[in-house]
């Protein structure tokens, strides 16, 4: 054997040796995308408890309490059974907590309706927040900073309590919202990754066959050379 076919010999070792490591390199890795896809292509959002709280343990009133009207007290109409039980609950929290400042409170059952109603059509509020409300109220009732507020002002005392658990509720709704979008980004990022995952395992996996047909056609074409080669010198001979 000449020193060129042992040169030629011996560079197409050297890629056999390089496409077979590549070709196992590449088909590991096919498989780890493909687990990968396989894992993540369905992947769901991170479930987010809807649990809002809302108390008075941070209920810190300014001393200057503004009067915003007669919005829960001065009214001469008597609180009267609600169809509505949750309005029947709110009216009732309301007047147990006039009455432990004022033995002699009376509601304006037309105001807190209206009240009621308003809190109600709020889609940042709605009928969740007033059932929390209610038990706010009760709260209050035996809070003693409170009810000596109460007894100076008692729509004013009132009207704050009903800001702060506003504020408290939207506060804590926007963050559980917030939180509910970013696992909904979250799922979709892993999905689209996913699939990523998949067109990358599909391309090594050709580059894998394509690379053992190169091997093989280099050794065919090898064979092929040294069959034609040997009786061409055994003519010579003859």
Request: glycine letters at 6%; proline letters at 3%; hydrophobic letters at 45%.
């Amino acid at each position: 054997m000449s020193l060129i076919q042992k040169l030629e010999s011996g560079y197409l070792q050297f890629l056999r040796v390089v496409f077979l490591l590549f070709a196992t390199i590449a088909i590991v890795i096919a498989f780890i995308l493909g687990g990968r896809y396989l894992m993540e292509h369905d992947a769901q959002a991170v479930p987010v408890k809807d649990d809002i709280k809302i108390s008075l343990a941070d209920y810190k009133p300014s001393g200057d309490l503004a009067t915003h009207g007669d919005s829960a007290h001065n009214g001469k109409n008597a609180v009267t059974k609600a169809k509505d039980p949750l309005l029947e609950e709110f009216s009732g929290a309301l007047k147990k907590l006039g009455t432990t400042a004022i033995p002699d409170f009376v509601l304006n059952i037309e105001v807190v309706n209206n009240i009621f109603r308003e809190i109600e059509k709020n889609p940042e509020l709605g009928r969740p927040f007033l059932t929390q409300f209610v038990g706010i109220l009760n709260t209050a009732s035996t809070n003693p900073a409170i009810i000596v507020r109460l007894k100076k002002d008692v729509g004013a005392e009132f009207n704050a309590i009903l800001e702060h658990s506003q504020r408290e509720y939207k506060a804590q709704a926007n963050r559980i919202a917030n939180q509910r979008q970013q696992a909904e980004n979250d799922a979709l990022s892993k999905q689209q990754q996913a699939m990523w995952s998949l067109y990358a395992a599909g391309v090594l996996f050709l580059g894998f066959v394509g690379l053992i047909l190169l091997i093989v056609l280099l050794k065919i074409e090898r064979n092929l050379r040294n069959h034609t080669i040997v009786p061409t010198i055994q003519d010579g001979a003859n």
